[in-house]
């Protein structure tokens, strides 16, 4: 699921790849997986930004960056980066 948002997103889809990633944090948090969800929120930021909606996609962003560090991820680094990008 996560495979075809990317997809649509990079295709200027970025409305079918926001539908596509819900659905795939749905699942992970299901599945209480904090790595894959992280991951698709991260997607999500990209995809929001891409549909014109910069705020919901800091939002999004800083989900991810506050999954990855409570995981200690080395991910976190990388995301905030893009999240303080996101805000200049």
Known sequence: ?????RIERRLGMPERAIVRFE??????????DRFWAAHVL?????????????????????????LFEAMRHPAARAVRARLEADAG
């Open 1 to 5: 699921m996560r495979t075809i948002g």
């Open 42 to 66: 991260d997607d999500l930021a990209d995809a929001h930004r891409a549909a014109g909606d910069p705020a919901r996609a800091r939002a999004r962003r800083a989900e991810s960056l506050a």
């Open 23 to 32: 659905h795939s944090l749905e699942l992970d948090r299901r599945l209480g």
